[in-house]
Each structure stands twice: as structure tokens, then as C-alpha cells.
């Protein structure tokens, strides 16, 4: 018999509560640290272009830890809330996180794919199409943040209880995991617009990394964060259009990473 999530349930113990931001802030720190010395060998590298498909995707879950797990502790620390509500240990909730990262992890599939469709025109004679390229990425992106779609994803992101309570799929492991599928769907939804930004300014720059990152803690935290997120579309709008206009400026903003 499938067991469903109580439409109340009390509050996690305080050293339970600590525990799970203490894991998930211990593995973004040390994310942003392997990343880090990541990009330092990528530069003398000659960028992500120069990686295997195996070692990007490693680096993309990474990457995804450390930008991602922050903003992602509300939605773990209700999902555990429920689960504990019900009688059930940690593995559910260590299945949820697992299940998100499934999600990001395909998809740095598209990133992986557009860099070894492009790598090999980069020096090449369309290269000089590429800041407009770009540009034109970051207009469609910033105004995929003025969305429905953008909305109803961050509305679902910024709603824990309502989101574990309407996409319980039973007690144990599999159901967890599959919550935590649907919920790094939803994070999709809401962060792959700026992530494609972060793409077209340099994928592994540390400093736009850190600015993303926070822009998407805000985003689904904040009570400012729905106008934070049009104010970044607005934003992004703005500089593909300058981008579009005057190719140069891309090469002022991006980092040598790609």
C-alpha cells in the first residue's frame, strides 16, 4: 500500500536541520574549491572544448553542486521534514538530492554536445560569428525569464511544502528519488536560461559562477526573488541586444573558459 505524505507534519529537530545544511554547504564548498583549481588547469588548457566526454560531465556535476545545493537545501529540508513525518531514515533523503543531480547531469548533455559541434569552428572562418551568436543567446534567454513557464517553474521552486505535498510518489528510496527527479525538472525549468548565459560569458569563470549562483539562491529565497528574476531577464535583454549590436562588448564580459 503506497503511503502519502501528511498535509501537516511537524518540524525537523534542530540537530537533524543543522545536519542536512551542514552536508549540503560542506559538499557546495568543496565543489566550488574543486572547481576552482578546475579552471585555473582548464585555462592552461585551452578551455572545456579540450575535455572528453566523460571528464565534462564530471566537471559539470560539480559545477552543478556547487552553484545548485544551497538554493536546493529549503526543498531537501521540507522533503525530509515529510519523510521523517512518516517513520523513514535518511536514505529518502539522500535519494532526493541523487535524483536531482540525474536531471542536471543529462542535462550538461547539451552543453557537452554544443561544444564538440563548435569546438572545431572556433578558429575557423565563421568564428567571428560567434560573439553575435552568443549575444543572441542571452537576448532569448532573458526573455524566457519574463515567461509563464519561467514563473510557474520558480513558483514551484519557491514553494516547498505545496511542491513535496503535490509530488509525493510514496514512501522509500524510489519514490524519493523520483521526487527529487521532478523537482530538478522544475530547477531546470527555472535556471536553464541563465545558465545559458553563464555559457555565453564562460561556462567555468568563477567570478559569473558565483554571481549565477546567487542570483539563483535569491530567486527561489528571497521575497523580492520573482522581481529579482524579471529584473535579470530585463537585464539580459538588454546586453544580447548591446551584444548583437557591438560584438566587442562580449570579449569585455566573458572569460577566457568556454
Not at 53 to 77: C, D, E, I, R
Not at 233 to 239: D, I, K, Q, R, T
Request: with cysteine; glycine share 10%.
Amino acid at each position: 500500500m503506497t503511503q502519502t505524505a501528511p498535509a501537516r507534519a511537524e518540524a525537523l529537530p534542530r540537530p537533524v536541520t543543522t545536519a542536512i545544511i551542514a552536508a549540503l554547504l560542506a559538499c557546495a564548498a568543496a565543489a566550488w574549491v574543486i572547481t576552482a583549481e578546475q579552471a585555473a588547469s582548464m585555462s592552461r588548457m585551452g578551455g572545456m572544448a579540450m575535455l572528453g566526454a566523460g571528464l565534462f560531465l564530471a566537471t559539470w556535476v560539480v559545477m552543478m553542486v556547487a552553484m545548485m545545493f544551497p538554493s536546493v537545501a529549503p526543498m531537501v529540508l521540507t522533503h525530509a521534514r515529510i519523510v521523517r513525518s512518516r517513520g523513514e531514515g535518511t536514505i529518502p533523503t539522500v535519494s532526493f538530492v541523487l535524483g536531482y543531480l540525474v536531471v542536471w547531469t543529462a542535462a550538461g548533455l547539451v552543453p557537452l554536445a554544443v561544444i564538440q559541434l563548435l569546438g572545431s569552428s572556433l578558429a575557423g572562418p565563421l568564428s567571428g560569428w560567434f560573439p553575435r551568436l552568443g549575444g543572441a543567446v542571452v537576448l532569448l534567454a532573458g526573455a524566457y525569464q519574463l515567461t509563464p513557464l519561467k514563473n510557474a517553474c520558480l513558483r514551484a521552486c519557491r514553494s516547498p511544502l505545496s511542491f513535496v505535498l503535490s509530488h509525493d510518489f510514496g514512501g522509500g528510496a524510489p519514490a524519493a528519488a523520483r521526487a527529487g527527479m521532478s523537482h530538478g525538472l522544475y530547477c531546470l525549468g527555472c535556471c536553464w536560461a541563465l545558465m545559458a548565459v553563464l555559457a555565453v560569458l564562460g561556462l567555468m569563470n568563477i567570478a559569473w559562477m558565483a554571481v549565477f549562483a546567487v542570483v539563483f539562491f535569491l530567486e527561489k529565497s528571497w521575497r523580492q526573488g520573482v522581481m529579482l528574476s524579471r529584473v535579470a531577464g530585463a537585464a539580459c535583454v538588454v546586453l544580447g541586444a548591446t551584444v548583437l549590436i557591438r560584438p566587442e562588448v562580449l570579449s569585455l564580459l566573458s572569460g577566457p573558459l568556454s
